[in-house]
Nanobody, 124 residues
Framework: QVQLVESGGGLVQPGGSLRLSCTASGSIFRINNMGWYRQAPGKQRRLVAA????????YADSLKGRFTISRDIAKNTVYLQMNNSLKPEDTAVYYCTADVTHYNGDYYVTNRYWGQGTQVTVSS
């Protein structure tokens, strides 16, 4: 089993910054892609950003330039830096994901795991 634990969410004023973290633990042979999704009330969960094991990144078009994804491979951790630009419409539950390869005793398998979510509220 693999667990993803997120932290860093909270209440922030418009124009403020937050840094989310997500650490994977458990039965891990290798972590491939990691990413962040968000889900606003009444809306579908959508991709925010993703990063490969090689460091290549991808962002939702509307968020490019405002958010930065990074990872520390040694710590099995992915970060989402939201810099000085948070807007009320960024309010959502943010979920991290990790595509984890592990050995099940017979062969290697890769599954996507999700964190429990962390609330980000942007409000004055």
């Amino acid at each position: 089993q693999v667990q993803l634990v997120e932290s860093g969410g909270g209440l922030v004023q418009p124009g403020g910054s937050l840094r989310l973290s997500c650490t994977a633990s458990g039965s891990i042979f290798r972590i491939n892609n990691m990413g962040w999704y968000r889900q606003a009330p009444g809306k579908q969960r959508r991709l925010v950003a993703a990063i490969t094991s090689g460091g290549s990144t991808d962002y939702a078009d509307s968020l490019k330039g405002r958010f930065t994804i990074s990872r520390d491979i040694a710590k099995n951790t992915v970060y989402l830096q939201m810099n000085n630009s948070l807007k009320p419409e960024d309010t959502a539950v943010y979920y991290c994901t990790a595509d984890v390869t592990h050995y099940n005793g017979d062969y290697y398998v890769t599954n996507r795991y999700w964190g429990q979510g962390t609330q980000v509220t942007v409000s004055s």
